[in-house]
């Protein structure tokens, strides 16, 4: 029977039949027809738990007794207030206030326009641009399209819609790389930021890790070389950690590689360990207290409906919990040690005339093909093994959740390198 739901980024003429998820534990997922697939995405990288994990699921209904939702707007609850302290206990040194809204889209839109609304209030009007990076992803919505990349990312098509912000060079360095390597990367974005710094508001960055815009992998230098610049040239900082953040490259967060502060960071997906949708933003004290003053200006206007939910500040704070007393860093160690012998030291893998590239980092693993017709039946094969696969253009990949046994992940892995060595 057809249904009425509009699946997100399907071509409707030739899309399949979405199978029905009706289930899922620890790793795996439920489908009607009674199969259990390993999920290899964990769900878009925000089940890091898995599914239906006990104290997880204990935490909403527990909550839900108590209290479902309250608007923000003049009021404030536990829930939120613990989990905002929480936030900045465990982010950077110096993010000390959080804004939350619902999804990561609208953190990063949050994050823009209070980064435009601090240079008005400092003086520095002229400063309504973004500085943006090729290759980066930050969101679905109006302005968060137009700071994903104008060339290889999925919004051309809106381009008379959108705003035109600046754009400096993907990171090319890797994880490992030199200082000399860096330096390379981080002369190309200082040209950017002589020629265009006083129009400028702040730098977007994915640190580490370009997720969904083709899942590049890049040096703490750069983050670090992206810090000082910044300050050189009166430019925000602003780290998408959507993707990034609670584990995913093999600290808790990305930034920490680096050892540096952003001005603002954004925070979603892996935030509520994926059991309800919620984002904060987190701004410093000198973003923050730019806002203290008389001027109707100084009131940062924007407050989604559902921003704080209850129920998303409880699962979150006990996701934190279970990440931090079950030594999730640990789990993870060990899945990034996994992943890079079983792809990155399968030599025929790597040798394969229709791979490009293979590369990990934390808990993220992608063997990156020269064409996306290269990929092209890959959900269905994998499928027949048990494993849900979801590629990204010519990318195949794995983020899976930090719960998922050794046994689990050579079988995700077994199933990647097959689709290429397949007879």
Known sequence: ????????????????????????????????????????????????HGYGHPRLVAAIREQAGELCHVMLGGLIHEP???????????TPAGLNHVFYSDSGSVGMEVAMKMALQYQ?????????????????????????MAVCDPEEGMHSLFSGLLPQHHFAPAPTAPFDATAEQVEHDLHALRGVLEQYHH????????????????????????????????????????FDEVATGFG?????????????????????KGLTGGYLGHAATLATDRVHNAFIGDSPQHAFMHGPTFMGNPLACRVALESLRVFEEENYLGKIARLSQQLQHELLEDQALNAHPAVA???????????????AETLKGVGDFARASGVWLRPIGRWLYTMPAYITSEAEITQ???VMKAWFLRA
């Open 1 to 48: 029977m057809n249904t009425p739901v509009w699946h997100p980024y399907s071509h409707l003429k030739t899309q399949a039949p979405a199978p029905k998820v009706v289930g899922g534990e620890s790793a795996h997922f439920v489908l009607e027809s009674g199969e259990r697939l390993l999920d290899a995405t964990c769900s878009w990288w925000c089940m890091i």
């Open 80 to 90: 939120a207030d613990q989990l905002a302290r929480e936030l900045v206990r465990i």
């Open 120 to 144: 008005v209030l400092t003086g520095n009007p002229g400063k309504a641009k973004m500085l943006s990076l090729m290759k980066a992803y930050h969101g679905d919505t109006t302005g968060c």
């Open 199 to 238: 129009e400028i508001a702040a730098l977007l960055m994915e640190p580490l890790l370009q997720a969904a815009g083709g899942l590049n992998m890049t040096s703490p230098g750069y983050v670090a070389g992206a810090r000082a610049l910044c300050d050189e040239f009166g430019v925000l900082l602003i």
């Open 248 to 268: 995913r490259t093999g600290k808790l967060f990305a930034a920490d590689h680096a050892n540096v502060t952003p001005d603002i960071m954004v925070l979603s």
């Open 357 to 371: 590239d293979v590369r990990v980092l934390g808990a993220t693993a992608v063997i990156e093909a020269h064409s």
């Open 412 to 414: 995700i892995t077994d």
